[in-house]
């Protein structure tokens, strides 16, 4: 089955400045590659998406990045501001276990300081 | 609203006891999904359902149970079986074509 890598597990950022969080991935048949941003005590939200097709796709200060050949993926998070706060969790479909099935990776909790 | 509902929210039972935790979508979405979260562990998938009266196991099936006998419902119960059940539990739900997962609010078991 599909495995999923998150680096680094904790970041923490001046306001205004970049967040960047990588993430890895095992199974070369996986097409879809979802990122979630989880605040303190409340449900995890998706926040950007993208698919085997795209090697990028930007929203306002979100960004992800698909590396096929290398099976890794990354949130770019620009001029980072305290409501950025929070864990974010990236995740996998592998494609073998059909479209139901999505492997998270760890989580990394990012701390914007004023 | 469209949502997903768990409860209770919070949720104290002694070992050896079982419990249900509730998962009620009205999305009209047909699959469903169980994950457990601990502390620097991510989500764990614990049971999944596609369709009404059939279910799969996850990565962490051992000591729970499902069952999917509404399209709307896919309660989890945690057996005395599970040996390290506290833990915080999220019931999410995905229209069947794919995209985005859907996520409850969570029901926290602490098991004392």
């Known amino acids: 089955g599909e495995n999923v890598e998150q680096h680094p597990s904790t970041l923490s950022v001046q306001e205004g400045d970049s967040a960047v969080i990588k993430c890895t991935y095992s199974?070369?048949?996986?097409?879809?590659f979802p990122w979630y941003k989880q605040e303190l005590g409340k449900r995890p939200q998706l926040i950007i998406d993208?698919?085997?097709?795209?090697g990028e796709k930007k929203d306002q200060r979100i960004a992800v990045t698909l590396n096929k050949t290398a099976k890794h993926f990354s949130l770019h998070i620009t001029e980072t501001q305290p409501e950025d706060s929070a864990v974010y969790f990236c995740?996998?479909?592998?494609?073998?276990?059909?479209?139901?099935?999505?492997?998270f990776g760890a989580g990394t909790q990012v701390v914007v300081t004023p | 609203d469209g949502g997903i509902t768990q409860s209770p929210k919070y949720l104290f039972r002694k070992e050896g006891q079982n419990v249900t935790l509730s998962c009620e979508q009205n999305?009209?979405?047909?699959?469903m999904y169980w994950y457990r979260q601990d502390p620097g562990q991510g989500l764990r998938l614990i049971y999944y359902?596609?369709?009404?009266?059939?279910?799969q196991k996850g990565d962490i099936a051992e000591g729970y149970s499902v069952s999917r006998e509404k399209k709307e419902s896919f309660p989890l119960t945690v057996t005395s079986a599970q040996k390290n059940p506290t833990a915080f539990y999220l019931c999410?739900?995905?229209?069947?074509?794919?995209?985005?997962?859907?996520f409850g609010e969570g029901s926290r078991l602490t098991v004392l």
């Open positions: 995740a996998a479909s592998g494609a073998t276990d059909s479209w139901g099935k999505l492997q």
């Open positions: 993208i698919r085997s097709n795209v």
């Open positions: 999410a739900s995905r229209p069947i074509i794919g995209g985005e997962l859907f």
């Open positions: 199974d070369s048949a996986s097409n879809y």
């Open positions: 359902s596609q369709i009404v009266n059939d279910f």
């Open positions: 999305l009209n979405h047909d699959a």
